[in-house]
């Protein structure tokens, strides 16, 4: 299996974090790779989301499922079709991250960090359901997808955080990568 870890802060605390974190259907606001979320369910574990990507010559949708909400703590998900592929969104207070005097907009002394992490397989790919160019070769996909997988998940987390601090234009995000692929 191979593993994305990342964190960044957040100057809000996880009670407040934690919705945006959980909306899924507002994903598509944060990576331009993914153009349409539907849900069956209300967000609680049980709750699967389609969610249709496409890059390159290639188009697919991974339905996920919630396997566990434990707010604001964390919120865990699994894919259930076509991929080995699970992770987590996990929130933990952070106050120290705080600059001195506040976040500088006046309205949160207290921060969080936020973790996003995913594990998967990328030979466990199932090759019929992704639509593949002809002569592509799974190999070939996995060398230009993993290291864009990085680079969106950095993306999303960036964006998640501008909307949780409700700025217009996203600050400067210190992303830390705990493990990469």
């Not at 952070?94 to 960090?113: C, H, L, M």
Request: hydrophobic share 35%; proline share 8%.
């Amino acid at each position: 299996m191979d593993r994305i870890l990342l964190s960044t802060v957040a100057y809000r605390p996880p009670e407040e974090a934690f919705p945006y974190v959980r909306s899924f259907t507002e994903y598509p606001r944060y990576t331009e790779h993914l153009k349409d979320v539907s849900v069956n369910g209300d967000g609680d574990a049980g709750s699967v989301y389609d969610l249709r990507f496409a890059w390159w010559k290639l188009s697919y949708t991974a339905r996920s499922r919630v396997t566990n909400v434990s707010p604001p703590e964390s919120l865990q998900w699994q894919l259930v079709n076509d991929l080995d592929a699970h992770g987590e969104w996990r929130i933990e207070p952070e106050p120290e991250a705080v600059p001195d005097g506040g976040d500088g907009d006046g309205d949160s002394e207290t921060a969080s960090r936020i973790y996003f992490e995913a594990s998967y397989d990328p030979y466990s790919a199932n090759k019929n359901a992704i639509s593949l160019p002809r002569f592509v070769s799974l190999d070939r996909v996995v060398d230009k997808v993993e290291p864009r997988l990085l680079r969106e998940a950095e993306t999303v987390v960036e964006r998640l955080v501008a909307d949780i601090e409700g700025r217009e234009t996203p600050r400067d995000v210190e992303l830390t990568i705990h493990e990469m692929p």
